[in-house]
């Protein structure tokens, strides 16, 4: 249990060590007064909207992760389900040494009698349905950008391979969660949709134009950074990707972090379920 404890705390120094690098390597590439410009200049009701869009995001993510459970013979409620999940949020958000992967886990073991490894797979699934999700918009918006790519035309064609490659690979290693599978492929793309609409939302309220599609095109491909465990590394990659296209970073920070305080508002609500906790009766197993 010390050994654990101790990784845990190395893994959350690691973070925040890298998380700081993030940050430096943001600050030297862009012009503070312009970001902060940026905002002062931004639509409120765009925002809200936007806001309201991750929310919608976060529930049906949370739909697609009791589908993973059910076929593992855990039935929670959508509602009760719901408050595990914003629980999480809080704690990857807030509480980063538990982790809400860890939170749910534990939560879930404390109620019901079930394997702790059925668990652990159901939350690599998701994540990995989610990546799924995130490749097909990305692969969708390709075909619209305005940079100019070799092979645009392969995306539907990589589309395709990467769905056969998603299905096999849970037919073979994760077999017991198949019949989950449709449902949970669509339930990511609809998830990607909403935070998409979600960032979409938020460059109108900048007032972005016509490069608008280059910008969400970049937001999408730099969500496959938040893997990486450090704070601040889509907004990095976003910059990034932003001035190897030739957009404006300042604007890109912007939206970067309204994104990031609309995931915060949202996660901010899994605080009240902390304090009323789950009884063991509002949920069934099967």
Request: hydrophobic share 55%; net charge positive; proline share 2%.
């Amino acid at each position: 249990m010390a050994e654990s404890k101790s990784k845990k705390i190395l893994k959350l120094i690691l973070k925040l060590v890298l998380s700081a690098v993030a940050i430096v390597l943001i600050f030297r590439k862009i012009d503070i007064d312009k970001v902060v410009e940026h905002f002062a200049n931004a639509d409120i009701l765009y925002l809200v909207l936007a806001v309201f869009s991750f929310f919608v995001s976060k529930l049906v993510g949370s739909f697609r992760i009791n589908n993973l459970y059910k076929t593992q013979g855990v039935f929670l409620d959508n509602w009760v389900n719901y408050r595990l999940y914003l629980a999480g949020m809080f704690y990857n958000l807030f509480i980063p040494l538990i982790g809400g992967e860890g939170y749910k886990i534990i939560w879930l073991k404390k109620k019901f009698d079930i394997k702790t490894k059925k668990l652990v797979w159901a939350s690599l699934l998701d994540k990995v349905s989610g990546i799924m999700g995130l490749t097909f918009l990305v692969l969708i918006l390709v075909n619209f950008i305005s940079f100019e790519l070799d092979y645009k035309w392969i995306s539907i064609p990589l589309i395709v391979l990467a769905y056969l490659a998603h299905y096999f690979g849970v037919f073979l290693f994760f077999k017991s969660f198949l019949p989950s599978w449709v449902i949970t492929s669509i339930q990511s793309i609809v998830v990607q949709f909403f935070q998409l609409m979600c960032a979409f939302l938020i460059l109108l309220s900048l007032g972005v134009g016509p490069e608008i599609v280059d910008y969400l095109f970049i937001f999408l491909v730099s969500c496959y950074a938040y893997a990486l465990p450090m704070l601040g590394a889509r907004e990095l990659a976003f910059v990034l990707g932003a001035e190897y296209m030739g957009l404006n970073i300042d604007l890109t920070l912007a939206i970067g972090i309204i994104f990031y305080l609309s995931l915060a508002i949202n996660s901010i609500a899994g605080a009240y379920f902390m304090f009323k906790p789950i009884e063991k009766e509002e949920a069934k197993l099967l």
